[in-house]
C-alpha cells in the first residue's frame, strides 16, 4: 500500500519556468510533510518542509502549498534553472511509539533546460 | 553529508554470502535509519533505531537486520544476500531532542550495493 503517491515520474521545463511537482496521501496521522532533493550520486537533502497548520511556506524561489481537506500537498519552483535539475521526493511522517519514521514519495526527475 | 559516513561505498558480492554495511555519525544523534533506494520505488525504510540497542523493523525488513551497540554506529546485515537486494543503501540521522520545527533527517552519501 503506497501511503503517498507522486506525480508525475519525470519533468521537463524550460529555464525560467514553473515546475510543479503534487503529492497525495491517505494517512491522516501525518503531520510533517518535508520535501528532499536529490542529485545523481549523492543522499537526499532537505529541502523545504511544512506542517499542516499552515497552506503555504516559501523559502526563495521553493513553495509548498498544502491542502488538509484533499490530503495534496505540491512543490513549487519558480524560475527553474538548470542547477534545479535534480530528482525530487516528497514524504510524511507520522509520530509513532518513540519514532519518527518518513514515508517517500517514488520520485520526481526534473529536467530543467535552458 | 552532516558528519554521517557509510561504508563500504561499493561493493560486489556473490548470491548467499553475508554482508554488512556500516554507518558512522560524529552528529550524537538519537535516531538513525536505514533505507534501500530502487528504481520505481523511491526510498524504503529498512530498519531503524532510537537508540543504543533499540531497534525496530521498517516496511521493507525482510532478509536484514541491524545492531547498533554505540551512538555513532548502525550497521545493516544481510545474513545471505539474494539478487533482489541489489540497491543503493542509504544511512540517515535525525535528533528530536531540540525543538525544531524542521525535524531533518540527514542522509548520507550512499552504499551501492551488487548481488550476483
Known amino acids: 500500500q503506497q501511503q503517498v503517491k507522486q506525480s508525475p515520474q519525470s519533468l521537463i521545463v524550460q529555464k525560467g519556468g514553473i515546475s510543479i511537482i503534487n503529492c497525495a496521501y491517505e494517512?491522516?496521522?501525518?503531520?510533517?510533510f518535508p520535501w528532499y532533493q536529490q542529485f545523481p550520486g549523492k543522499g537526499p537533502a532537505l529541502l523545504i518542509a511544512?506542517?499542516?497548520?499552515?497552506s503555504e511556506k516559501k523559502e526563495g524561489r521553493f513553495t509548498i502549498s498544502f491542502n488538509k481537506s484533499a490530503k495534496q500537498f505540491s512543490l513549487h519552483i519558480m524560475d527553474s534553472q538548470p542547477g534545479d535539475s535534480a530528482t525530487y521526493f516528497c514524504?510524511?511522517?507520522?509520530?509513532?511509539?518513540?519514532?519518527?519514521?518518513?514515508?517517500f514519495g517514488k520520485g520526481t526527475k526534473l529536467s530543467v533546460i535552458p | 553529508d552532516a558528519g554521517i559516513t557509510q561504508s563500504p561505498r561499493h561493493k560486489v558480492t556473490e548470491t548467499g554470502t553475508p554482508v554488512t554495511l556500516r554507518c558512522h555519525q560524529t552528529e550524537n544523534h538519537r535516531y538513525m535509519y536505514w533505507y534501500r533506494q530502487d528504481p520505481g520505488h523511491g526510498l524504503r525504510l529498512i530498519h531503524y533505531s532510537y537508540g543504543v540497542k533499540d531497534t525496530d523493523k521498517g516496511e521493507v525488513s525482510d532478509g536484514y537486520s541491524v545492531s547498533r551497540s554505540k551512538t555513532e554506529d548502525f550497521l545493516l546485515t544481510l545474513e545471505s544476500a539474494t539478487s533482489s537486494q541489489t540497491s543503493v543503501y542509504f544511512c540517515?540521522?535525525?535528533?528530536?531532542?531540540?525543538?525544531?520545527?524542521?525535524?531533518?533527517?540527514?542522509f548520507g552519501p550512499g552504499t551501492r550495493l551488487t548481488v550476483t
Open positions: 514524504a510524511a511522517e507520522s509520530p509513532g511509539a518513540g519514532s519518527y519514521q518518513l514515508t
Open positions: 511544512i506542517r499542516p497548520d499552515v
Open positions: 494517512n491522516t496521522a501525518f503531520d510533517y
Open positions: 540517515a540521522i535525525s535528533d528530536r531532542f531540540q525543538v525544531s520545527v524542521s525535524y531533518e533527517q540527514y
